[in-house]
């Protein structure tokens, strides 16, 4: 009963959370990545983990995250530079 609960839990946050960002206009690989996280990612989202799920260069990948930092759907994570790591937005 209790992992029935958590999967449904999951698929509303999920469907409740692609009806907030319907209006948007995404690439497959902004979809594929934000559908990772959505799914439980384990560890930090850098600009190489990007590259490597979307199977796109470094350069394609920091294009993705600067679209999706200034529309507000990813916030940075962590400290600047080498370090830096994204997550979803709040709200």
Known sequence: MDQA????DAVLLKTRYWQRWATLTLN??????????LDGFDGKLTNSKWAAIAKC??????????????RGVLSK???????????LADG
Do not use: H
């Not at 609960?5 to 449904?8: D, G, P, S, V």
């Not at 260069?57 to 200034?70: E, G, K, M, V, Y």
């Open 77 to 87: 994570a962590g400290a600047g530079g080498r370090s830096t790591s994204y997550e």
């Open 57 to 70: 260069s470094p350069d394609t990948a920091l294009r993705d995250i600067n679209d999706l930092l200034a």
């Open 5 to 8: 609960q958590q999967t449904l």
């Open 28 to 37: 497959e690989r902004q979809v594929k990545v934000l559908n990772r996280l």
